[in-house]
């Protein structure tokens, strides 16, 4: 029998499920699903339900190391020892190399005060602005495109609109798999009537299953969102298919007509853009004229939209024609990024961007950055600092020489892994602050374990813009929560923040960010959640945004030109490589793999068209050798007909899989958000790995 419980938010995917933490004694016996979670309402899936024992799993490592060269072994020290040798080393290097030549990122699995003070780190105390996120490689284009067209980065609608839909568009996402709680209240939608579309290289487990069947799949070749969304638009401008009230009262006439004139030249029609997607230009058509007819119509999209090169183009291609059919700022309609992580939202809120502060706002703003000016008693620098990428390239160029690495295994994450490697090892000091020795920590100088979300309090933000409470259910088995070890950084490295509870990096960042002004920790515990914006306008939060006006102001259609990747099949390699998840894993799998939910996936395979199996000779379960341009691996195959020939498929939760050896360098021209979904390879039999 349980002897205490507490209500604390799952720490896997974006829907952000409520869960009761049984405690017997110090000991989590049992993760229950909360009823009045509002994100989840009483159910949950088996990762949040099950997949929490890597908390304490042997695998973890509880006290900080050390180590001069990433060839010595590792040297288990104090905290004082680690924590000072890392404000030693970064202040030598910014001695030696400048001020700009370490920085950090921040993870969207800690909190949204851990992130907060990750950047606060970087900006006030390391004085730059190299701060970066996980989000980068999976949902940066959706910061880009939504802000550009609406105003502001973020998803329109909560969870509950999707009872007031009539249709419901999905691009590139899974959410049986990846959002398995949204997923079963948008199935039931569905079975009460709501029509459904598709859009999906893969015949994902939603196009048909139990009682549901989409009305239209449109199977198209990796890589072509742009020119199919695109092609959508034109069907609804040339038919007249567009809600012109809307479009005259809510955006530009004249930016309405520039953009009318574009997607209706002939190039945009179903009929050429079936030519290079695949897609045949009747289900093009037919889905057009169902999303703009079908009553209240919504649209989710996932990783499958913003992992590409045009990554951002097709973000601001579905928001064109949520506003050409005025589909936004209502129950049941809307634009709905599905995050990946609990807090990716969160961590891009909370200012993780080399060019933004908190609540998106640009860091040349001369107002906002006089206001953390005087409240951290430092000039800060108004110029952009380094994404991800950019730090690896200027490592392996001699000019980055230190990073912080918060929650966040980048050489297994992102791609081209040779890359990564060598821009690591380039470096003078590297610190990874993680559970695990995950696999950058083989090029790492000091590695301070993390906690687990059971271990600390906090909040993550979800998919839908709530604020959700993590608390406190057992003691750091590392001694230490993640937001006071960066805090022990700072103060090594000569600030003092002086917080003795998150409460307290909640009331700053409530402070200084317009969109949090109403969140505190009163308010969460009386309302269990919110969803910013909640400030003086909306006290309670905000359920549905651009309701009468978008935050932008007018919302902007913006041309979408497509542009074919650089990533080409051809006689050497010439199917192509996407990506996705299963249900019982989480990502590279560094948690549930650590967990029983490991006996439910035990490996990861490659799925493949029955006809391009057999060109290949390849048979169910064989092994097979998959080589890129970058790299190769070896997986088993999975004969099916779920993709389409040409196209070839995998989930990546083990890391004997590698799929990021073969991924590119290719990345979405706006934001460097990694081209995942498209590689071109060569598949042929092999004897295993
Ligand atoms: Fe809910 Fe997602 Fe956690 Fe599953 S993984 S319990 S859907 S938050």
């Given amino acids: ?99 700009s030549s370490i920085g950090g990122i921040t993870s969207s699995r800690c909190t949204n005060e851990e992130t907060f003070l990750v950047q606060k780190l970087v900006r006030q105390v390391m004085g730059n602005n190299n701060v970066d996120t996980c989000a980068r490689v999976c949902h940066s284009p959706t910061g880009y495109g939504l802000k550009s067209t609406f105003g502001t980065s973020a998803g329109t609608q ?11 568009l999905i691009i590139g996402a899974n959410p049986t798999d990846g959002h398995p709680v949204f997923a079963s ?51 609804i401008v040339t038919e007249g298919l567009f809600n012109e009230q809307f479009i005259r009262e809510r955006c530009d006439w004249s930016e309405f007509e520039d953009y009318a004139e574009f997607v209706s030249e002939k190039r945009h029609s179903p009929e ?7 897609v045949p230009a009747d289900l093009i058509r037919n889905a057009a004229r169902l999303y703009a007819r079908g009553g209240n119509s919504a649209i989710y999209y996932g990783l499958g939209v913003t992992e590409h090169s045009q990554g951002s183009t097709t973000v601001i291609a579905i928001a064109n024609i949520a506003m050409l059919t005025g589909n936004i700022g209502r129950p049941g309609v809307g634009v709905n990024p599905l995050r990946g992580q609990n807090n990716v939202q969160g961590s891009c809120d909370m200012g993780s961007f080399p060019h ?68 690591l090892e380039a470096m003078e000091c590297v610190v990874v602050h993680d559970l695990f020795l995950n696999e950058t920590a083989n090029y790492a100088h000091v590695f301070l374990p993390g906690s687990t979300f059971l271990e600390k309090d906090g909040t993550f933000t979800n998919s839908e813009r709530r604020i959700n409470r993590v608390r406190k259910v057992m003691a750091p088995k590392n001694g230490y929560a993640d937001w006071e070890i960066t805090q022990l950084m700072a103060r ?33 515990e ?101 080589k890129s341009r970058a790299g190769e691996t070896t997986l088993r195959a999975l ?30 021209w706006a934001t460097n958000c990694p081209e995942y979904k498209v590689t071109a390879v060569q598949v042929g039999p092999s004897n295993g790995p």
């Fill in 185 to 235: 209240r948008l199935k039931k939608r569905l079975r009460q009537g709501a029509r459904l579309i598709v859009i999906d290289p893969r015949r994902t487990d939603i196009v048909r299953s139990p009682h549901i069947q989409a009305d239209y799949h449109l199977p198209l070749r990796p890589g072509t969102n742009v020119a199919v969304i695109t092609a959508m638009a034109h069907v």
């Fill in 272 to 278: 050429e853009v079936e030519k290079l997607s695949g």
């Fill in 158 to 168: 909560d969870f509950d609109s999707v009872e007031h839909t009539d249709t419901v």
């Fill in 526 to 626: 009386r309302e269990g959640s919110v969803q910013w914006p909640c400030n003086e306008k909306a006290p309670l939060g905000t359920p549905v945004m651009h309701i009468g006006g978008f935050v932008r102001g007018k919302g902007k259609l913006i041309r979408t030109e497509y542009v074919a990747t650089d990533e080409k099949t051809g006689p050497r390699f010439p199917l192509l490589l996407t990506t996705g998840r299963i249900l019982s894993q989480y990502n590279v799998g560094a948690q549930t793999r650590r967990t029983e939910n490991v006996h439910w996936h035990e490996e990861d395979r490659l799925e493949i068209h029955p006809h391009d199996a057999e060109d290949r000779g390849i048979r169910d379960g064989d092994w097979v050798r998959i």
């Fill in 356 to 423: 933004e502060f908190p609540g998106y706002r640009h860091i040349s703003d001369d107002a906002t950055r006089s206001v953390y000016e005087s409240l951290w008693g430092v000039t800060l620098d108004e110029e952009p600092g380094l994404r991800i990428p950019n730090m690896l390239d200027a490592a392996v160029d001699g000019s980055f020489k230190g990073l912080y690495v918060q929650g966040e295994d980048i050489l297994q994450s992102d791609p081209n892994t040779q890359h990564v490697a060598a821009g």
């Fill in 1 to 99: 029998m349980p002897t205490s419980s507490e209500i604390t938010t799952c720490a896997y995917c974006g829907v952000g499920c409520s869960f009761k933490a049984e405690m017997q004694g110090e000991e989590v016996i049992r993760m229950v699903p909360y009823k009045d979670g509002k994100a989840n309402r009483g159910h949950s899936c088996v990762k949040g339900r099950f997949a929490w024992t890597y908390a304490t799993h042997r695998d973890r490592i509880l006290n900080p190391m050390v180590r001069e060269k990433i060839s010595d072994p590792w040297r288990e020290v104090s905290w004082d020892e680690a924590i000072s040798h890392i404000a030693n080393e970064f202040r030598r290097i910014q001695d030696k190399y400048g001020r």
């Fill in 639 to 668: 004969i099916t007909d779920r993709v389409a020939t040409g196209v070839v498929y995998t989930t990546f939760h083990h890391p004997d899989t590698q799929a990021n050896v073969v991924t590119t360098d290719y990345s979405d």
């Fill in 492 to 524: 090594a490295m000569g600030f003092d923040w002086n917080y003795t509870h998150p409460t307290e990096i909640m009331d700053e960042i409530a402070a200084t960010t317009p969109s949090f002004a109403g969140v505190n920790y009163d308010l969460l």
